[in-house]
């Protein structure tokens, strides 16, 4: 399903559903079930798609045309709801955002990331759950299947480095608003190079959060001859490199430790086993739970994430333990798609069931 509009917080001529729907072709190719003709820019009806299930992954719909929103797709077929992101906070308000009624209410299965959120699904849509007309399931999150034993045996990332030297991945935030968390983009980013620049036992992989670096610019924040001239200095030093790949696993299973600012790839960067500097937000207590928050090494200047690195370069790394407990918490045995595969299945066998 493409998104024809440009993205939501921020508008990018760039970012349109050319880029989406060419990437959902190369991966799934005559398997995929097309909901628009690009030649004749027209959508296709979903009754002659003969859907039985659609996944949506996210509860805000306004890049979709109204007949493949949830409330009317819901006439064509049964509308699954899986997450696109793991709720790193307890707040009650995220949950009402992710899981919120006017969306949900069209949902006929809803697949929790976490035994939390479904407990407040459980709750909140008491009512239709136990008439039978919504299911709920705390099956995982399906991102994390990703994450498999012996994943740093089978690197992919093409990058090499020095033995000894220790590699840092830096996270900053894709928008600067105080409200979302905002950014050390501009902080510290010629601090970080020039660390790289002067010091060649570091390793620094810089990885923008794909919104980022035009954001930066759309804002005003800087231009985008300032931006070419930042991101080059990172091509011409030896032992720093911006990361444009499209799956992070391998460059954070090749990776020493994460920098970063509130993002939920820290969570992701739990399994690695390695540990996180998180640079400090006036409202991260907003984002994150208290059992996460203990996971991190909590920095705010530039001398203090030195300090830290450092100190983990010396083995000694106190939080390692409490990290290797919340990822186990977070990542239940088994996989999450999986899982959800087999309450579609079960669901699929009890219609035919009872239409016979």
Not at 13 to 23: A, D, H
Not at 154 to 178: A, K, N, Y
Request: proline share 5%.
């Amino acid at each position: 399903m493409p998104e024809i509009e440009t993205a939501y917080y921020i508008k990018l001529k760039e970012v349109k559903w050319q880029r989406i729907y060419s990437f959902g072709e190369k991966m799934f190719g005559d398997e995929a079930v097309r909901t628009y003709n690009p030649e004749t820019g027209e959508w296709l009806d979903p009754e002659t798609l003969n859907l039985d299930y659609v996944f949506l992954m996210r509860p805000f719909e306004t890049y979709l045309p109204k007949m493949y929103r949830a409330s009317d797709l819901r006439r064509h077929a049964k509308v699954c709801y899986v997450t696109y992101s793991f709720l790193v906070t307890s707040r009650p308000e995220m949950e009402q955002l992710e899981y919120n009624t006017h969306f949900i209410r069209n949902v006929s299965m809803i697949f929790c990331e976490k035994q939390g959120t479904l407990e407040y699904v459980n709750h909140k849509f008491a009512e239709t759950i136990c008439s039978g007309d919504q299911k709920a399931f705390f099956c995982g999150y399906p991102q994390y299947d990703l994450i498999a034993p012996g994943k740093e045996d089978s690197l992919l990332w093409p990058r090499q480095r020095e033995e000894g030297v220790f590699r840092m991945i830096w996270t900053p935030r894709w928008t600067t608003d105080p409200k979302l968390g905002g950014s050390h983009f501009f902080d510290y980013k010629d601090q970080m190079i020039g660390w790289a620049e002067k010091n060649a036992s570091i390793d620094l992989v810089f990885r923008p959060h794909p919104l980022a670096l035009a954001n930066y610019v759309s804002s005003g924040l800087i231009t985008k001859k300032e931006q070419e001239k930042y991101l080059a200095r990172y091509t011409e030093c030896e032992n720093a490199a911006v990361d444009r790949t499209t799956e992070y696993y391998d460059t954070f299973f090749s990776s020493d430790c994460l920098i970063t600012d509130i993002s939920a790839v820290m969570l992701d960067y739990l399994f690695t086993g390695k540990p996180i500097v998180y640079c400090t937000s006036p409202n991260d207590q907003y984002f994150f739970t208290p059992e996460l928050h203990e996971c991190l090494y909590k920095v705010e200047s530039f001398d203090e994430i030195i300090k830290v690195v450092e100190h983990l370069r010396t083995g000694d790394d106190p939080k390692k333990e409490l990290r290797e407990k919340v990822a186990r918490i977070l990542k239940p045995e088994g996989s999450a798609a999986g899982s959800i595969l087999s309450e579609i299945k079960k669901d699929y066998n009890e219609r035919r069931h009872e239409s016979c």
